[in-house]
């Protein structure tokens, strides 16, 4: 059985809040600075003294963010999670509260940001928050997937 | 963003409206302390007290902000209620990383507002939101209430003040995101006289970095420098109060009053106690992986049987030293208590430690009464502090009014100079010697990081005042330029003149790159010329007698080499001080433009 990665968040309890995964995701994935055009987004929770969240894409299957995509700019990832095609995006903003989790971040055009699950983002954590994990693609979604990708 | 100017906001409190206004001076002022000094000079009032409504309150980051790890300080400079002079203070948090993302530079506020106001902002949007119910409200209710109010947590900054701020005491703090303080010079004291309770910013926008792989390939070469070596264990482990048992080892750390250097039950609030005890957490300022915020807890029994509530609390050797060695407190738990209390303030923890030891050692020799203090102030009587902190907050007579004007202000009243122990503003941590007494009581900021002078008594047995001053005064032209950037200063020996430039010239300030050392000479200068403008004379500085009854590892103090070090440093600084001639000034500016 095929496996894929997903990024995952596990030891969150860890979090210092210095926002070195959601910069490194701006940085080298979006080529931006920002805390918000990014894959992984970090939120105080009520305040800095009740600690941190993130905000990670949690790698669906089927993903509401890709059914809700009228174009295909988001297409079915296997082992969760969509691929990402900007150039088929019309910047309709749809995906954005298809998310159950508010993962997709829309910028001022409405350009969606959305974890891609690249793993660039880990080695940045200093306090090991965050894995890459391997999951099972099943053989049936795995047809899947590429049905709606293509 | 990465742009050869500066974009700033004015916002005129008066009338509730803002303006970007675009100013030159990157190659030249290049951001932070050397941008503060441009804004003041350009917006400030030399002649004018620190309250009046004109005098502006800024913010400003530099060049790297947000680019590179741990250049996530925010610099904040205004005419001080403690001595109504230029002064500066630094802060961290979010705020840095939230006005870089608010794409400004700077953040200048006049005016006053009508009413108790909050102002908002962000790349998108300015509003004065009228908050006069939050009158009186201490910091911790207040920033719960601020944070319903205020969308985007996470990825904004909020400034707000207590108690003491609104009440205009001259060493009332600016509080950011909870744990973090533009600590010293009474920031928050311009904030209370200009009806300003709080300051959000959202750091909203978006930006294009440099093309090129140099830029991302030099910011993972930082970053593993910062994470992978151990050149920042000392932040992250134990943090800065491993300087308590360090400090109290060599008797130099400041203990009841400064009347002892060194005393064995330190053991109770060394580093090691308070992370073994009452260690939390850590958390981190935005855009530093270090994480050298220390949060520790206090546990209150507020009803029988069982009743308990907790706070968190975060510490560092300051407010350790300031509330804890300073009044006899030995108990880790009970510093954390008594610092709770000042944060509910929105005093500056350093002052106000020390204005309470003065204060004890007044009551002790019947210079002042109980009549005065209201409460029995003993060293080691932390439930006794915990009251006095907030009568010195509240202002709740005319002596807790007047010690929240300066422990020196207190002391000419009643009397006890000799033993106030204040160096320009009420004395950091350090008994280490000479060089650290002249370097606090003479400094720009009358901060103990304006220059690493306790850092120079440790490693120097010899009294060399050329020597010593020299370094003072080229110490502080590298902390100026790191602050210009803006820089943690915890970060200083990480980011040296090599790296510094190869930032810069990532981004594009090519010019600037070449000229680091032109510009961090003539940034210390336009801040001492401001700082005498309006009205520092370092010639008149004087320290007081306690100062010199001291015994560290070194022995007594030498008050000769005492007298003869400010001496010294007061000439260099009234000559750095000196008026450009106009030629000079514009020959220094067409050099550092020069390829622009």
Same mark, same amino acid.
């Given at each position: 059985?095929?496996?894929?990665?997903?990024?995952?968040?596990?030891?969150?309890?860890?979090?210092?809040?210095?926002?070195?995964?959601?910069?490194?995701?701006?940085?080298?994935?979006?080529?931006?600075?920002?805390?918000?055009?990014?894959?992984?987004?970090?939120?105080?929770?009520?305040?800095?003294?009740? +600690?941190?969240?993130? %905000?990670?894409? /949690?790698?669906?299957?089927?993903?509401? &963010? *890709?059914? @809700? =995509? !009228?174009?295909? $700019?988001?297409?079915?990832?296997?082992?969760? +999670?969509?691929?990402? %095609?900007?150039? /088929?995006?019309?910047?309709?903003?749809? &995906? *954005?509260? @298809? =998310? !159950?989790?508010? $993962?997709?971040?829309?910028?001022?055009?409405?350009?969606?940001?959305?974890?891609?699950?690249?793993?660039?983002?880990?080695?940045? &954590?200093?306090?090991? =928050?965050?894995?890459?994990?391997?999951?099972?693609?099943?053989?049936?979604?795995?047809?899947?997937?590429?049905?709606?990708?293509? | 963003?990465?742009?050869?100017?500066?974009?700033?906001?004015?916002?005129?409190?008066?009338?509730?409206?803002?303006?970007?206004?675009?100013?030159?001076?990157?190659?030249?002022?290049?951001?932070?302390?050397?941008?503060?000094?441009?804004?003041?000079?350009?917006?400030?009032?030399?002649?004018?007290?620190?309250?009046?409504?004109?005098?502006?309150?800024?913010?400003?980051?530099?060049?790297?902000?947000?680019?590179?790890?741990?250049?996530?300080?925010?610099?904040?400079?205004?005419?001080?209620?403690?001595?109504?002079?230029?002064?500066?203070?630094?802060?961290?948090?979010?705020?840095?990383?939230?006005?870089?993302?608010?794409?400004?530079?700077?953040?200048?506020?006049?005016?006053?507002?009508?009413?108790?106001?909050?102002?908002?902002?962000?790349?998108?949007?300015?509003?004065?939101?009228?908050?006069?119910?939050?009158?009186?409200?201490?910091?911790?209710?207040?920033?719960?209430?601020?944070?319903?109010?205020?969308?985007?947590?996470?990825?904004?900054?909020?400034?707000?003040?207590?108690?003491?701020?609104?009440?205009?005491?001259?060493?009332?703090?600016?509080?950011?995101?909870?744990?973090?303080?533009?600590?010293?010079?009474?920031?928050?004291?311009?904030?209370?006289?200009?009806?300003?309770?709080?300051?959000?910013?959202?750091?909203?926008?978006?930006?294009?970095?440099?093309?090129?792989?140099?830029?991302?390939?030099?910011?993972?070469?930082?970053?593993?420098?910062?994470?992978?070596?151990?050149?920042?264990?000392?932040?992250?482990?134990?943090?800065?109060?491993?300087?308590?048992?360090?400090?109290?080892?060599?008797?130099?750390?400041?203990?009841?009053?400064?009347?002892?250097?060194?005393?064995?039950?330190?053991?109770?609030?060394?580093?090691?106690?308070?992370?073994?005890?009452?260690?939390?957490?850590?958390?981190?300022?935005?855009?530093?992986?270090?994480?050298?915020?220390?949060?520790?807890?206090?546990?209150?029994?507020?009803?029988?049987?069982?009743?308990?509530?907790?706070?968190?609390?975060?510490?560092?050797?300051?407010?350790?030293?300031?509330?804890?060695?300073?009044?006899?407190?030995?108990?880790?738990?009970?510093?954390?208590?008594?610092?709770?209390?000042?944060?509910?303030?929105?005093?500056?923890?350093?002052?106000?430690?020390?204005?309470?030891?003065?204060?004890?050692?007044?009551?002790?020799?019947?210079?002042?009464?109980?009549?005065?203090?209201?409460?029995?102030?003993?060293?080691?009587?932390?439930?006794?502090?915990?009251?006095?902190?907030?009568?010195?907050?509240?202002?709740?007579?005319?002596?807790?009014?007047?010690?929240?004007?300066?422990?020196?202000?207190?002391?000419?009243?009643?009397?006890?100079?000799?033993?106030?122990?204040?160096?320009?503003?009420?004395?950091?941590?350090?008994?280490?010697?000479?060089?650290?007494?002249?370097?606090?009581?003479?400094?720009?900021?009358?901060?103990?990081?304006?220059?690493?002078?306790?850092?120079?008594?440790?490693?120097?047995?010899?009294?060399?005042?050329?020597?010593?001053?020299?370094?003072?005064?080229?110490?502080?032209?590298?902390?100026?330029?790191?602050?210009?950037?803006?820089?943690?200063?915890?970060?200083?020996?990480?980011?040296?003149?090599?790296?510094?430039?190869?930032?810069?010239?990532?981004?594009?300030?090519?010019?600037?790159?070449?000229?680091?050392?032109?510009?961090?000479?003539?940034?210390?200068?336009?801040?001492?010329?401001?700082?005498?403008?309006?009205?520092?004379?370092?010639?008149?500085?004087?320290?007081?007698?306690?100062?010199?009854?001291?015994?560290?590892?070194?022995?007594?103090?030498?008050?000769?080499?005492?007298?003869?070090?400010?001496?010294?440093?007061?000439?260099?600084?009234?000559?750095?001080?000196?008026?450009?001639?106009?030629?000079?000034?514009?020959?220094?500016?067409?050099?550092?433009?020069?390829?622009?």
């Amino acid at each position: 059985m095929k496996t894929m990665k997903i990024l995952t968040t596990p030891r969150m309890e860890r979090c210092i809040g210095c926002h070195a995964c959601s910069l490194a995701c701006a940085r080298l994935v979006n080529k931006r600075l920002s805390w918000d055009t990014a894959g992984i987004r970090i939120i105080s929770s009520g305040g800095l003294s009740t +600690g941190f969240e993130s %905000k990670p894409c /949690l790698a669906c299957n089927p993903a509401p &963010c *890709a059914l @809700a =995509c !009228p174009t295909g $700019a988001f297409s079915q990832r296997k082992g969760g +999670g969509v691929i990402v %095609k900007r150039k /088929l995006c019309i910047r309709c903003g749809d &995906c *954005a509260p @298809a =998310c !159950p989790v508010d $993962a997709i971040y829309l910028d001022a055009t409405t350009e969606p940001f959305v974890c891609i699950h690249c793993g660039q983002c880990v080695p940045f &954590c200093p306090h090991d =928050c965050l894995e890459m994990t391997e999951v099972e693609v099943e053989p049936a979604a795995e047809k899947e997937a590429e049905e709606v990708a293509s | 963003m990465i742009r050869d100017h500066f974009r700033i906001l004015t916002v005129d409190l008066a009338t509730g409206k803002g303006r970007i206004v675009t100013i030159d001076g990157r190659d030249t002022e290049a951001g932070g302390s050397g941008l503060a000094a441009l804004l003041f000079n350009k917006y400030g009032h030399a002649d004018k007290p620190w309250d009046d409504p004109e005098q502006p309150l800024i913010f400003t980051v530099g060049p790297l902000t947000g680019y590179f790890p741990l250049m996530s300080k925010t610099v904040c400079g205004f005419k001080s209620p403690y001595h109504d002079q230029y002064g500066e203070s630094h802060a961290g948090g979010r705020s840095a990383l939230s006005l870089r993302f608010a794409d400004l530079d700077g953040l200048v506020v006049t005016g006053k507002a009508e009413r108790l106001s909050c102002l908002s902002i962000g790349s998108r949007h300015l509003e004065l939101m009228d908050v006069h119910y939050m009158r009186g409200i201490d910091l911790q209710r207040s920033g719960k209430m601020l944070r319903k109010m205020i969308g985007g947590a996470g990825h904004r900054s909020i400034f707000r003040i207590g108690p003491a701020g609104e009440n205009l005491s001259a060493y009332a703090c600016i509080t950011v995101d909870t744990y973090r303080h533009f600590g010293r010079l009474g920031g928050g004291a311009v904030m209370g006289s200009k009806n300003l309770k709080a300051i959000a910013i959202q750091g909203d926008g978006v930006f294009d970095l440099p093309e090129g792989k140099e830029y991302a390939e030099l910011f993972e070469e930082v970053h593993k420098q910062l994470t992978t070596t151990d050149m920042m264990d000392k932040y992250h482990n134990l943090g800065t109060p491993v300087n308590v048992a360090v400090l109290n080892g060599i008797k130099a750390l400041p203990i009841k009053n400064l009347q002892q250097t060194t005393d064995p039950n330190i053991t109770g609030i060394t580093g090691e106690t308070f992370a073994d005890d009452t260690l939390l957490r850590n958390t981190a300022c935005a855009g530093c992986p270090v994480g050298c915020i220390h949060i520790g807890f206090v546990r209150e029994k507020f009803m029988e049987p069982n009743h308990y509530l907790y706070r968190q609390v975060s510490y560092d050797h300051e407010p350790i030293f300031a509330t804890g060695s300073m009044l006899g407190v030995t108990n880790a738990f009970s510093v954390l208590s008594i610092i709770d209390m000042v944060e509910k303030m929105g005093l500056d923890v350093m002052s106000a430690g020390v204005a309470l030891a003065w204060a004890t050692e007044a009551l002790d020799k019947g210079i002042i009464s109980k009549k005065e203090t209201l409460v029995p102030l003993k060293f080691d009587d932390a439930e006794g502090y915990k009251e006095a902190m907030q009568h010195l907050g509240l202002g709740s007579n005319d002596f807790y009014r007047l010690l929240a004007q300066g422990t020196m202000k207190a002391a000419e009243q009643y009397g006890g100079e000799d033993f106030a122990c204040v160096l320009g503003q009420e004395m950091g941590g350090y008994a280490t010697g000479e060089v650290f007494f002249t370097s606090q009581a003479l400094g720009f900021r009358h901060s103990h990081l304006d220059t690493g002078g306790y850092s120079f008594d440790q490693k120097h047995e010899e009294k060399n005042v050329e020597e010593a001053v020299k370094f003072l005064v080229d110490d502080e032209q590298g902390r100026v330029f790191l602050t210009s950037m803006v820089a943690c200063l915890f970060a200083r020996a990480v980011y040296n003149d090599e790296l510094l430039a190869d930032c810069l010239n990532s981004l594009g300030y090519t010019t600037l790159a070449d000229n680091m050392d032109q510009v961090a000479q003539h940034i210390q200068k336009l801040r001492w010329r401001l700082r005498l403008a309006t009205g520092f004379d370092p010639a008149a500085v004087k320290i007081p007698k306690r100062f010199t009854e001291i015994t560290t590892w070194k022995g007594t103090i030498d008050k000769k080499y005492l007298n003869n070090l400010i001496k010294e440093y007061a000439k260099r600084i009234l000559e750095l001080g000196k008026e450009e001639k106009k030629e000079e000034t514009k020959k220094a500016k067409k050099k550092a433009n020069k390829g622009k």
